[in-house]
């Protein structure tokens, strides 16, 4: 996957060679395979940019966290009935604030502003300040590398791979979806970064075949999910202890 591939296994071995207590850390998150029935392999978007449904390499990072622990302004508390509503899209939004403003993205925010922060990417978010306070609406554009597009009270997906000024369908291309779910019989939310990369323009996709990235990449890249998941939640989400 080229640039993906670099920025995601130099970002995560640099921090799991860096951190203390690694598994302390990340140990409420799981990365697991998606099913093959997820609504994201049905998805027009998938569809547009894998129109040959060549092989993927996929996968998602989940983390359930009880209801008390997120602070109160973001599950909007009905007034009436103390419930949690998503109508507003808050929680999402702050969770994805939290992915690109948190310090799990910082590596790899600064090595893609190295190499591509400029007049023709001027209007594009770069600082940890933009990625904080923006409300990501559909058309955002993240660091040359990502772009918003779709969301919805629960989930924001962005595309990914390549820069977003390249519109046709690459050969590094992907979508990453974070999604907040409330679950109110278990009073938990229930958060998730949902992975599938591909190469746009290869063949479709037969039995045995294996999708861009090897498995030591793909390995690395679950490590690097949890760490975006963790700084996401302590820095966006959570209740300041």
């Not at 129109?51 to 983390?63: E, L, S």
Request: proline content about 5%; overall charge neutral.
């Amino acid at each position: 996957m080229g640039l993906i591939s670099k920025a995601f296994a130099i970002t995560a071995w640099s921090s799991l060679g860096g951190t203390a207590g690694w598994y302390m850390l990340t140990r409420h998150s799981r990365v697991l395979p998606i099913p093959p029935a997820d609504y994201i392999f049905n998805h027009t978007l998938y569809a547009r940019y894998n129109p040959n449904n060549a092989p993927v390499t996929q996968d998602i990072c989940v983390r359930q966290v009880p209801l008390s622990k997120i602070r109160a302004e973001l599950l909007n508390l009905s007034s009436e009935d103390g419930k949690p509503s998503e109508d507003e899209g808050r929680l999402v939004t702050a969770f994805c604030q939290g992915v690109w403003g948190g310090l799990g993205y910082a590596y790899q925010r600064r090595f893609l502003e190295k190499k591509y922060r400029g007049p023709e990417t001027a209007s594009m978010l770069w600082t940890r300040d933009e990625l904080k306070a923006s409300q990501y609406p559909v058309g955002t554009q993240i660091t040359d590398h990502f772009e918003v597009v779709a969301r919805t009270p629960n989930s924001i997906i962005v595309r990914c791979g390549d820069s977003p000024r390249k519109l046709e369908v690459r050969d590094s291309d992907g979508l990453f979806e974070m999604t907040a779910e409330v679950k109110e019989a278990e009073q938990v939310v229930e958060f998730g970064l949902k992975s599938v990369f591909y190469n746009g323009l290869a063949d479709k996709a037969t039995e045995g075949q294996q999708g861009p990235m090897s498995p030591w990449i793909q390995w690395l890249h679950g490590q690097y999910d949890k760490l975006l998941m963790e700084t996401a939640l302590r820095g966006n989400v959570l209740k300041v202890r």
